[in-house]
């Protein structure tokens, strides 16, 4: 897959890059049964009462329904879609089970239409192929990682991301995940094998705040263009800096651990994150 660049015949187009769609998706409507409709809240809760900013309006969208489980073990299923879904940055692909069934999962890299999936402690790893950490070989790179066994994929999801199986010391694998942290991860959770599709997805460039506004994403004020009373940061004679980065309740932005020091899985991270 590619990007489209454009001509600059208007300001929204000159420095607008997007995903090239042909040849790369391979459906042009979603498999109906996998769907349901998506409410969109614009940030206010049940009451009625806003609670996240600069959220509202965009297109409206149905939600795919991803198996981030893989629990048919053992049962073979045909890659028979990459789809696009307008809920994340990477693609999904529509299986059809030998025994009927379908299922949506996220597209790794290099799957194609036609190609063979099985998920289990008994599938070869390979890519597309879900199975426990326990079973695949040091050094694979994977993406869509259990946290807990049973919890189903809450890791490397997005995009372009995957994350390295380094060692395994005694119930633990040890996984280097996509922000640079090593962890341990008991050898019993699931991964799938391979990289997440759509790599391009980072080079993109909207071009225009319209497209933000699709997205449901509304315009953000700025801290420093605000008064005193609305943020830490508000206030001053002419242009003021607005002092130390801080967000609208005081917390400094930049720099300041928020962790809780006690918290019981920091056992687990061998090494935090790269800044």
Same mark, same amino acid.
């Given at each position: *897959? ?29 498999? $109906? ?11 206010? !809760?049940? %009451? ?13 969208? $149905?939600? +795919? ?12 299923? #045909?890659?028979? =879609?990459?789809?696009?879904?307008? !809920? ?20 790794? !890299? ?10 289990? &402690?008994?599938?070869?790893? %390979?890519?597309? !192929? ?10 694979? #790179? ?12 809450? *890791? ?11 060692? +395994? %010391? ?20 699931? =991964? ?5 599709? /759509?790599?391009?997805?980072?080079? %993109? ?13 509304? &315009?953000? /004020?700025?801290?420093?263009?605000? /008064?005193?009373?609305?943020?830490? *940061?508000?206030?001053?004679?002419? +242009? =003021? ?35």
């Amino acid at each position: *897959m590619a990007v489209r660049k454009f001509k600059p015949t208007t300001p929204g187009q000159r420095h607008k890059v997007i995903g090239v769609f042909k040849g790369a998706i391979t459906a042009k409507a979603p498999e $109906k049964s996998l769907t349901v409709g998506k409410k969109s809240t614009g940030g206010r !809760n049940s %009451e009625g009462h806003l609670t996240t900013r600069y959220l509202g309006g965009g297109h409206k969208r $149905k939600y +795919r329904i991803i198996d981030f489980k893989r629990t048919k073990y053992g049962v073979p299923a #045909v890659v028979k =879609a990459i789809e696009y879904d307008p !809920n994340r940055s990477a693609r999904i692909a529509l299986l059809y089970y030998v025994d009927g069934a379908k299922a949506y999962i996220i597209a790794p !890299n290099g799957l194609e239409v036609g190609a063979t999936v099985v998920s289990g &402690p008994d599938a070869a790893p %390979e890519v597309g !192929n879900a199975l426990p950490l326990s079973k695949i070989p040091v050094g694979t #790179v994977v993406h869509n990682i259990e946290l807990r066994p049973g919890q189903g994929a809450f *890791m490397a999801r997005s995009a372009g991301t995957f994350a390295q199986l380094v060692s +395994r %010391e005694g119930d633990y694998a040890i996984v280097k995940l996509p922000s640079g942290e090593t962890r341990k991860i008991l050898s019993a959770c699931m =991964a799938t094998v391979g990289v997440v599709g /759509n790599a391009e997805h980072s080079l %993109e460039r909207s071009g225009k705040a319209g497209r933000s506004r699709w997205l449901g994403r509304r &315009p953000h /004020n700025r801290g420093v263009v605000m /008064n005193p009373v609305d943020h830490p *940061m508000g206030g001053g004679e002419g +242009r =003021a800096s607005g002092g130390h980065p801080r967000s609208r309740k005081g917390l400094y932005s930049k720099g300041l651990k928020t962790r809780s020091p006690k918290k019981t899985s920091s056992k687990y991270i061998i090494e935090r994150r790269k800044k």
